[in-house]
């Protein structure tokens, strides 16, 4: 059957595109910030809900114009498949955060690079826990 009012619907879906989309941005810069992975998480959902209503728009758009009621399901497994490969991507990054990896290369040549500050500043003497008086110097 016809869908009614589909103005009001195309102008509820872009209200929510684009809310949606700026509660995402926020939260994206949040998750950078602060480096949050949850926050992250949070923010691919509001992600995922605006490309729900991408397809939504999309979808109610030719159904508006052309009428062809097919339109839905190949959107609703658009959605669907978009929904999977960013799950796919957060499970993968969550066992990498929880396994035992190696840094990366940059990161351990910054850490090389202030061990080897420390080093100098301390003119290569080793420190020992203990007080001076108890190694003989």
Known sequence: ?????????????LISLVVSYVVYRHNRAAALETESSAIGV????FLADAVASIAILIGLVVLKYTGWLLIDA??????AAYILGVSF???KGALLELSD???????IQRVRGILAAFRDADGGRRRRSRP?????R
């Open 1 to 13: 059957h016809p869908l009614h009012y589909q103005n009001a619907a195309i102008i509820s879906i």
């Open 132 to 136: 001076d008086r108890h190694t003989g």
């Open 74 to 79: 190949i959107m609703a497994f658009g959605v």
């Open 101 to 107: 990896t190696q840094l990366p290369e940059s990161e």
């Open 89 to 91: 991507g957060q499970v």
């Open 42 to 45: 949070n923010a691919l959902h």
